[in-house]
């Protein structure tokens, strides 16, 4: 079955240390997005990319880096600088170029809950 | 300034009512518009998109656009306890961003 997979589901991280989360997704989508999400809150971006070796700041990408050396593949690192990164974290992807249908529409993976002691 | 708003509730209507949540946003160039269920600690899932003003239905959901007025509406007929869940609503922007309101949680009482 096509989907996107995130790992691990949960993550507990000491301060000062740099944690990377893994998305990898087989469904041939072109775009690819990490999301935040904190209790009661909505998504907010993080990062994004349209397109292999090329990705984008949304509107929180401070403390966070993001690689995509593969269409299937966006791993986000939180670094050591991100100073509140207790949060869920989502990953999602979608297909480009599908004008305005319901294939244009995000899909995401299960999500990583990341901890800081 | 929030490019899309939503009331955050939460919103409480009885089993078998109508429940109605609203959104509404700021960039006049978006063109798609979905509204997403979240479960408490799971992932969003697509509930419902629309792209032309006016009226789309899907089973006990209706969503309703207005580009005028820049306002989404998602509208629940016959809820059940199952549909208490956060409701996201969202829209693409031009650059290919998928941006979020902050979600409209909903409580259905038995």
């Known amino acids: 079955d096509g989907g996107i997979t995130q790992s691990p589901k949960y993550l507990f991280r000491k301060e000062g240390q740099n944690v990377t989360l893994s998305c990898e997704q087989n469904l041939n989508h072109d775009a690819m997005y990490w999301y935040r999400q904190d209790p009661g809150q909505g998504l907010r971006l993080i990062y994004y990319s349209q397109i292999v070796n090329d990705f984008q700041k949304g509107d929180i990408a401070e403390g966070y880096s993001v690689s995509r050396e593969k269409k299937e593949s966006f791993p986000l690192t939180v670094t050591s600088a991100q100073k509140n990164p207790t949060a869920f974290y989502l990953c999602?992807?979608?297909?480009?170029?599908?004008?305005?249908?319901?294939?244009?529409?995000?899909?995401f993976g299960a999500g990583s809950r990341l901890t800081v002691l | 300034q929030k490019e899309v708003e939503q009331n955050s509730g939460p919103l409480s209507v009885p089993e078998g009512a109508i429940a109605s949540l609203n959104c509404t946003y700021s960039d006049r160039g978006s063109q798609s518009f979905f509204w997403y269920r979240q479960y408490s600690g799971k992932s969003p899932e697509l509930i419902m998109s629309?792209?032309?003003?006016g009226d789309k239905e899907d089973g006990r959901f209706t969503a309703q656009l207005n580009k005028a007025s820049q306002y989404v509406s998602l509208l629940i007929r016959d809820s059940q306890p199952s549909d208490s869940a956060t409701y996201l609503c969202?829209?693409?922007?031009?650059?290919?961003?998928?941006?979020f309101g902050a979600g409209t949680r909903l409580f259905v009482k038995a």
């Open positions: 969202a829209t693409n922007t031009g650059g290919f961003k998928t941006i």
């Open positions: 999602a992807s979608r297909p480009l170029g599908q004008g305005y249908t319901g294939a244009n529409v995000l899909t």
């Open positions: 629309i792209y032309s003003n």
